[in-house]
Every structure is written in structure tokens, then in C-alpha cells.
């Protein structure tokens, strides 16, 4: 401020070159002392001051203003000013090292789903992270979503909380992408920690100097030690004798498991459900399986299993049955002449069921490929809404768990649901003849509302047609 005010008190009096003079030699002393960074001011209008260089500035009133008094344009003409900032019109700081803070936001989660809870952060304070590597989890209704660092940096403090319930674009997290910015979080969170240490320390003195103990005795709390002896006489055998809280624990639900609890007890007060049952002889299948298991892996890269049989069973049991895989909305009926099987996956945090879509134009192998796909996704809790959207017919195999029977609820808007179980063998009347055979339970629960009886006996009838004899698949019968 003293070489502007000594340049405008030279200009107005018409000072030609002391006015310059002056002003390169003030500048040249006090450009010395400019060793530490700096900070500078920006506006965000940017209204041109000062030009860099030595030459003259264009914007006259953005001068006279910024010097604080007229100047004429021949005596502006003469002035030679050095290298000085713009200027813009809303203020923001920056540093002039390199660097800056990012905020990591939470991703659109989709169509259907608005918010979600902060289940764990993968990434604390001070952590160094990359591009795209998940710093957080977002469990929502349906599945669970990762929060990516939108750049590499270090992770400056966390905004917040685990529990918290957050929606797209909400602000979790600062990353800095400077270095020095991580040493600083670091300092400034240890900093008030010794603070409150110091404190803590400090605050048990004034307990000691305080011995006016033996003035707090008096009456009163006489009578107050000798009221609970009268309740001791009650009738205590009397009262209900409750397990210690100390054995208890209390979790709170996930937002995955209240989402499945909801649509599991919808579906039992909004269908009309019924539960038919069958067996099957796994002989001539599991026989399949055994001699071209080696041939089909090494063909095809996956291992034949016995799930592919049971879709392609499912498949001609509903284009025999279209009512099976058609939904009732509002009062009309909606058949679908294509077949999107949804199989059902057990996963830690819940129950999942990805979609195999278009199974009807699948064969065994690409059924196999896409199993394991789906399975391996779910199980890693990297599925995505669009893999398990929609769906017109489902398959649950408790079998994998030791099931030997069970009647499983339809997974809404859907109409059925094949339940499979464990092979057992049991004694079985073939030919005459009492043999040991691997056998299957079968259930197929139904919404007695639009498939009767009749088409639901039929549809179980022809999966355990199919699956005991596979070569039907081939004639087509």
C-alpha cells in the first residue's frame, strides 16, 4: 500500500519517471522478501487489472479504482508497473504447491433404489489410495455398492459415518491429492488427542483439593440407605425369573435382509399359495454327467453340473405350461413367450436371485457359463441391480444344504417357484424289483389364483420326464 499511495501521489502531480523509478525500486526491494508460498485470491468474473510484464494496464477504471484516485490517460501512458496478479470476481483460496481436495460422492445406485446405509468404510484417514479403488460400501435393498476414490490421493478425513443413511451424490469423504496434505491430517489428528489426554490428566487435580467430605454427611442420606430395606420383605419367588441381558445380543438388520423379510411376507398375503410335490430318478442324469463331465470341461472350459439339466427341464415344462410362466396385473393376465429363469443364491448378507435371461436360446454350456458367472458375483457381493431385475419363473436348490424337503414362497411378481433338495437313495420298486436309487424331491409352489391344479401336477410331470430321461430333449417329446 505505501507504493501505490507514493506512485499516485507522483502520477497526479505529473511525475513522469520518479513515479516509475520509484515503483521498480520498491518493487525490486520487497520482491526479495517473498521467500514462503503464498496465497492468492481469484474471482471467478475475471475484470482485468494489472497486465503481466512491464506493460500499461488496458482496463482504465479497473486502475483507477484499484489505486484509489483518478489518473489521467497521458500520465498512465508514463507508468511502468511489474508482473502482478489478475484479478477475478469470487473469491476462492488456493495453494501454490500442486495438489487439491476432491470429495468422494456416492454413485447413482438405481432406477428403483433412492438411498442407501454406510456399511463399512475400506479406507481410513491418511490411507493412501488409487484411482477407482473402493473406500467405502453402500449396502442398499437389493445389493451392495462400492464407493471408488474418483482420483489417486490420500485420503484427507472422512465425512461420514458408518450407519449413516446417504443418498446419490452425498459427500463421504475428502481426498487430497498432494502429498504434504496427508502428513498434515495425520499431525492435526494426533494433535487433539494429546490435547484431550493433557486435559483428562489435568482434570482429576481439582478432586483432590476438594476435601470437604466430611460436611456431605449428614441426614438425609441416612434415610436413604434405610429405604430399600423394606422392599426386601415383598414376595420376590413371586416374580418371573428372565435370562441375564448380559447373554444377549442385539443386531441390527441389514437393509438387504428388511428388503427380503418385506417381499417374502407380501408374497404370503398377496398370493393364494399351494405347494405340489414329485420325485425324481436321478440315475440316467447323474450317469450323463459321469461320462462326458471330462469331454465337456475340456471342450467348453466349465463343468457340467446338474443344475443345467433342471433349467432345460424347467424350460419345456413352461412352454408345455405358458400359464406357469405368465403374472397376474391388476385384472388381467400377462403371458411371456420368453423364459427368464431367476436362480436363487445364499449369500452371507442375504438372499440374492440373479437372472438367466433368454434361457430358452441357451445350451447346456452356456446355461454352465452363466451360472458361474452370476454365482461367483453374487457370492463377492459385486452383482449388479440389472442382473437380478425381472425374472418370470424361479429355481431354489436347498439340496446344496442338506434339504430333503421344503415348500419354498414365490419371489414376487412372479406366479411360481421350483424348489430342488438333496439326492438320497432309497429303496425303489423298478422292474419288479426292490433297487437302490438316487432320488429327488421336487416342490413347485404356485399362485392358485391363476394356475390350477391340473397345469401345476403337469408342469412338475414333465421336468421329471425330461431330467430321468434327458434324450427327450433331443426328440423333442
Known sequence: MVIWSIVRRKVVNGGNSSASSILEQSWKSTRATASHPRYYGAFAKETSLVARGSQMVNSLGGFRSYL???????????VSVPCIQTFNASIRLFSSDNGGS????VPFMGESISDGTLATFLKKPGDRVEADEPIAQIETDKVTIDVASPVAGTIEKLVAKEGDTVEPGFKIAVISQSSGAATQAKVSEKMPEETKSDKKEEKPKPVAEAPPSPKVETSPPKEKSRAPTPPASGPSPREPQLPPKDRERRVPMTRLRKRVATRLKDSQNTFALLTT???????NLMKLRS????????????????????IKGAISALQ???????????????YRDYVDISIAVGTPKGLVVPVLRNVEQMNFAEIEKEINKLAKKATAGTISIDEMAGGTFTISNGGVYGSLLSTPIINPPQSAILGMHSIVNRPMVV????????MMYIALT????????????????????????????????
Open 277 to 283: 410335490f414329485n420325485e425324481v430318478d436321478m440315475t
Open 431 to 438: 422292474g419288479g424289483e426292490v433297487v437302490s436309487r438316487p
Open 446 to 477: 404356485y399362485d392358485h389364483r391363476l394356475i390350477d391344479g391340473r397345469e401345476a401336477v403337469l408342469f412338475l410331470r414333465r421336468i421329471k420326464d425330461v431330467v430321468e430321461d434327458p434324450r427327450r430333449l433331443l426328440l423333442d417329446i
Open 320 to 334: 408345455n405350461q405358458p400359464v406357469v410362466n405368465a403374472v397376474i396385473d391388476g385384472e388381467d393376465i400377462i
Open 68 to 78: 484509489g484516485s483518478h489518473l489521467s490517460s497521458k500520465a498512465m501512458s508514463r
Open 102 to 105: 476432491v470429495d468422494a460422492l
Open 291 to 310: 461320462e462326458y463331465k471330462d469331454a465337456f470341461l475340456e471342450k467348453h472350459g466349465v463343468k457340467l453340473g446338474l443344475m443345467s439339466g433342471f
